[in-house]
């Protein structure tokens, strides 16, 4: 089956330092990969959807200064949190379209948590 | 914000006995998918039903869909202690690309 990975798993760091996440598709080819924000006890927000090769459409309310993807290739995309802050602890999630996939086919990570200290 | 509702917010049964969901979305829709989530963990995909379609069995799950009222339900019958998780309806609307989750339901059963 499709597996999709995130590197970290969990990631602690300190305020004003900034934490890159990964997301890869190991054994499919991703148009399209999805960054999604949960925090404690609520549901998975999007944050932002990439395509390989241009930029990132960002959600309504979200920074894209602050919140830095790269889709560099069919198999990557990397969220990289600028200048953390304790708010932007949470649980973040990323999930991948094949290239030949139905419609709403997406995969999802297991998830990397980031706290911020 | 097109995030879904999902009703109830929080569901305590017993093992054996069955549990429903409901999630109500907003606008036309290509499909609905159910995910589960343990507590701190990834999502797990259950169960896809299309617009053009009305239900869907899988195991001990069925989901039904109502398009003109623009809702879903999850029932899972005979429960058990593992399907203690957060449960959430994830909709692609028809002029989307992503999945916009529904605000979930937390379900506990006890043994």
């Known amino acids: 089956g499709a597996v999709v990975s995130q590197h970290p798993s969990r990631v602690i760091c300190k305020s004003g330092t900034s934490v890159k996440i990964e997301c890869r598709s190991l054994?499919?080819?991703?148009?399209?990969m999805f960054w999604y924000r949960q925090f404690p006890k609520q549901s998975l927000m999007l944050m932002a959807t990439?395509?390989?090769?241009?930029?990132?459409?960002?959600e309504q309310g979200v920074e894209k200064d602050k919140f830095l993807i790269n889709h560099a290739s069919l198999t990557l995309s990397t969220l990289t949190v600028t200048s953390a802050h304790p708010e932007d602890s949470s649980f973040y999630i990323c999930?991948?379209?094949?290239?030949?996939?139905?419609?709403?086919?997406?995969?999802f990570g297991p998830g990397t948590r980031l706290t911020v200290l | 914000s097109q995030q879904g509702e999902e009703d109830p917010q929080a569901l305590s049964i017993q093992e054996g006995e069955n549990a429903t969901m409901n999630c109500s979305y907003k606008t036309s829709i290509n499909n609905l998918q159910w995910y589960r989530q343990n507590s701190g963990r990834g999502l797990v995909h259950l169960i896809l039903i299309r617009s053009n379609e009305r239900e869907k069995h899988s195991g001990r799950l069925r989901v039904t869909l109502d398009t003109s009222k623009k809702s879903s339900s999850l029932l899972i019958t005979a429960s058990r202690a593992a399907d203690t998780a957060s449960y959430f309806c994830?909709?692609?609307?028809?002029?989307?690309?992503?999945?916009?989750f529904g605000k979930g339901t937390t379900l506990s059963v006890s043994s």
């Open positions: 999930s991948a379209s094949p290239r030949a996939g139905g419609p709403g086919e997406q995969f």
């Open positions: 054994d499919f080819q991703a148009t399209t």
């Open positions: 994830a909709t692609l609307y028809q002029a989307g690309t992503a999945l916009i």
């Open positions: 990439s395509n390989e090769g241009s930029k990132a459409t960002y």
